[in-house]
């Protein structure tokens, strides 16, 4: 049973910074997939980043140079460092997780999911 359970997010001014995290439990195989995605009122569920078991990480144009995707497998955790926020970036954030493929374009290709949370920034 894969378990995701996000925490760290919170308000901040533009320019601020925040760092959610995701603890991972259950997911055995090690061919997997960790994203964060985000989902702002009235718009689609959209990707952020991924990082891959070989350590590769993948980002939405909107968000290079300014976010940063890590894991510890050590404690099964992912990080999303957000750096110089925008109010654009204000959305709910979800961490997801799949296995084999490592894609960031399509939110259903991914199986498990955590039950968000919310990033605000003005």
């Known amino acids: 049973h894969v378990q995701l359970v996000e925490s760290g997010g919170g308000s901040v001014q533009p320019g601020g910074s925040l760092r959610p995290s995701c603890a991972v439990a259950g997911l055995t195989d090690r061919r997997n997939c960790l994203a964060w995605f985000r989902q702002a009122p009235g718009q689609e569920r959209e990707g952020v980043a991924r990082i891959d078991t070989e350590g590769r990480a993948t980002y939405a144009e909107s968000v290079k140079g300014r976010f940063t995707i890590s894991q510890d497998n050590a404690k099964n955790t992912v990080y999303l460092q957000m750096n110089d926020l925008k109010p654009e970036d204000t959305a709910m954030y979800y961490c997801?997780?799949?296995?084999?493929?490592?894609?960031?374009?399509?939110?259903?290709?991914?199986?498990?999911w955590g039950q968000g949370t919310q990033v605000t920034v003005s």
């Open positions: 997801a997780a799949k296995l084999y493929t490592c894609g960031l374009r399509r939110a259903d290709e991914y199986n498990y």
